[in-house]
């Protein structure tokens, strides 16, 4: 059975529906993300009547963040093999 996306999961971004700007919403990034790129989702944003939305940070190895961003379901996917 495949993982659901939820908190604490690994995702990986398949692809970017948006321009890079359009991910900055936190304000925080290094660099946008780009396809490819492996994080964790850390919240889902649910509102009546809008497609729910994925938080998702990316870490750098001493752990500080590398973006956070805002996806849609079809822009991530469960990343079957996280970095450890």
């Known amino acids: 059975m495949a993982q659901a ?25 290094r660099r946008p993300p780009q396809v490819g790129d492996g994080g964790t989702i850390i919240d889902v944003l649910s509102s009546p009547n809008l497609p729910d939305r994925y938080v998702v940070e990316s ?6 963040c590398l973006w956070l961003a805002d996806f849609l379901e079809e822009e ?9």
């Open 5 to 29: 996306l939820k908190p604490f999961v690994c995702a990986r971004v398949r692809r970017l529906l948006n321009d890079a700007p359009s991910y900055e919403g936190w304000h925080s990034n």
């Open 59 to 64: 870490c750098l190895p001493d752990g500080s």
């Open 76 to 84: 991530i996917e469960v990343d079957p093999a996280p970095m450890g």
